[in-house]
Structure formats: structure tokens, C-alpha cells
């Protein structure tokens, strides 16, 4: 399982009067998922789901969004809901480089979905390692996880959206 440590730093850039100062999460991620299979094993979900809505608060003092998913499709494991929130590190004004982009609602994701383990609200997720989501954009599924930029192995940049269940089911058996 990857395991993460939180920090907030209080860097800021100048934005117009009116505006609150924009802040950045900074976040070191101990071990990163580099294959699909081990994301798969450490998932208790794998779906494809459409953003709905999206609201921002935080936890432990930590900045989050949380999002609305319309669920489409169990491609892997069991959920029985058929919409369900992600919650995702940072919001539109902190950010979070070294995880995951944040959903746009009305885009279509692939998720591989984790218990939120600090709530007892069993309708409320995390994105696996903050590694498991890609958004569907012209046939394909794109990686969105995070950090953009690093060295080493990797997950997939993109896989096919007409294979992706068969692509999901042989990563299980793995």
C-alpha cells in the first residue's frame, strides 16, 4: 500500500485584490504504484464514473475536494452504490502538484477506488494511491495521477477505452 506524508506549505503567489492568496500542498509519497496489476490488488473498486458535482473543505487541516460520481460501470470488485464521493487532496485555490488532478464535473473517469479510512461514511473514497485515475478523452483513458514528473517505472500514460475491462481483468489475475 503507498502511504503518503502531508505537509502544507504556506507558499503564495500574488493574486488581484479581492482574491484569496493561492497556497500549494506539498506531498511525499513514499512508494508509487508502477503497475497496474498491484493498483488493481490494492483497490477495493475499479470503476468508470462521471463527475456530478464537487465541494471543498478539508480534513485534519488539510485542504481536500470531494466529488460526486455517477457510477456507470463495476469493471472490477464489488461497490453495490451507484454513486459514491472521492475525496482528492487540494482544491481549485491550494494545490497540489504531487497528487492527482482533480475531477472536472461532467468528464468520465477510470478509478480505482480505496476506503476512505479516515471516516466512518462508507459512501466516501480515495484514488488509490492517489495513482489510480484516468480520464476519458477521444477513445482513450489518460493518466491523471501524480507527480506529472518522475523517474522511473510508470503506469501506463493511457489504455484504450474499448479494452479496458479486458485490460482490468488481466491485471487481476496477475
Known sequence: MAMAILSASGCTEQKPAGKPPKQR???TQINRYTDLARLRRDSMAVVIATAA???TGSRDGIPVTA???????VVSGKLGKESV???QIGTA??????T??????GRTY?????RND????????????GDGIYLLHGGRYMYQGGPQKRSGDRLPASIDAEKVEAAVVAEAGS
Not at 492527482?100 to 464535473?105: A, D, F, K, N, P
Request: proline share 2%; glycine share 6%; net charge negative.
Open 93 to 98: 485555490d491550494v494545490a497540489s502538484p504531487d
Open 110 to 114: 477510470l478509478l480505482y477506488l480505496s
Open 118 to 129: 479516515g471516516t466512518k461514511n462508507l459512501d466516501r473514497f480515495v484514488i488509490t494511491g
Open 100 to 105: 492527482s488532478r482533480l475531477m472536472e464535473v
Open 67 to 73: 466529488t460526486q460520481v455517477e457510477i456507470s460501470k
Open 53 to 55: 458535482a464537487t465541494g
Open 25 to 27: 500542498i506539498s506531498i
Open 85 to 87: 464521493t472521492v475525496q
